[in-house]
């Protein structure tokens, strides 16, 4: 499939694609391996429930850096292909460095919008995701796009946080940095990690683009921010997520930074049993199909 150019900034998600390629994106990228570490366990849970087969053809929606992608095309197999699709440049140059890395010949990338793009028709037999489906502006019409790109009896399998109120992880860091800059609560019916938090929007958007046998499962875990370092911990949670855009927006400087570190740690701390940070998660698993 032919490579775009970067995706536009005027579509539907210019919001989001602006926000993956520059802060966001780089810092993921640079911290691809320890956010690997802690979220590889989720992944491998949402690559099971998506019984890749070899000589299968799956997108991976939102790949970013390209770990499930390559976890793909290792169960596909030389005769099976594996489409990373993202709209983050960063993220998919480092992708891009992986599978080469790997000698992964059945893989190949596309930076564009999957809200929007054209993916083929019936051109695929599964769509996988690890936490990349819950940033569209309008997710009907990114599923409904994605469903035309499956072929007929095809499946879609993705893993997606629960709402913050059920990810600590998320919500104890954030809360501690609201209370040095301003920081709205998420809105659950707009892109970001937490949009697909209520399971039946989940089940309405997958209806309204026309998936049957919809399965949705909830899963709670534990989540080692930093490796469970809580230092660590303290640095992903001002680089990574809603409090660090927060504080990007406020413009926030050395001082303030500082001291935003300071309260997240004090609040991370009682998350800590034997010098290692362990904080609770929850998902949901799903998977529906192209009746
Ligand atoms: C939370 S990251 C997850 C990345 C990767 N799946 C992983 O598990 O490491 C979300 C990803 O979705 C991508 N993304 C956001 N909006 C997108 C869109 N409209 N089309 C394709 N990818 C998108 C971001 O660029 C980012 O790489």
């Not at 659950?188 to 309405?204: C, K, L, M, V």
């Not at 958007?205 to 949705?216: M, R, T, V």
């Amino acid at each position: 499939m032919a490579e775009t150019d970067m995706p536009s900034f005027g579509g539907p998600n210019a919001e989001q694609i602006k926000y993956w390629n520059e802060a966001a994106g780089e810092t993921w990228a640079e911290r691809e391996e320890s956010l690997d570490q802690v979220i590889g366990p989720i992944g491998e849970r949402a690559l099971a429930l998506s019984d890749a087969a070899p000589d299968e053809r799956a997108v991976d929606v939102g790949c970013g850096c390209g770990a499930t992608t390559a976890e793909l095309a290792r169960r596909v197999g030389r005769k099976g292909a594996v489409l990373g699709v993202d709209v983050s440049r960063p993220m998919l140059g480092r992708a891009r460095a992986r599978a080469l890395a790997l000698g992964l010949a059945n893989v190949s990338f596309l930076l564009a919008d999957a809200q929007t793009a054209e993916l083929g028709r019936d051109a695929f037999d599964l769509l996988f995701s690890r936490f990349g489906v819950m940033f569209f502006t309008d997710p009907t019409a990114a599923f409904a796009n994605l469903r035309r790109a499956l072929r007929p009896g095809g499946r879609v399998a993705f893993v997606c946080w629960q709402a913050i109120q059920r990810n600590p992880w998320m919500l104890v860091p954030g809360l501690a940095i609201a209370r040095h800059v301003p920081m709205p609560p998420p809105d659950p019916n707009r892109p970001g990690p937490f949009a697909f938090g209520d399971r039946e929007r989940i089940q309405s958007i997958l209806s309204g683009a026309n998936f049957g046998e919809i399965a949705i499962q909830g899963e709670e875990l534990s989540l080692a921010p930093g490796g469970g370092d809580v230092n660590r911990a303290v640095e992903f949670a001002l680089e990574i997520g809603p409090g660090a855009a927060a504080l990007r927006a406020a413009g926030a400087g050395c001082e303030l930074r500082a001291r935003a570190a300071d309260t997240v740690r004090e609040a991370l701390e009682p998350f800590t049993q034997h010098g290692k940070l362990e904080m609770p998660a929850a998902v949901w698993l799903v998977r529906a199909c192209r009746g």
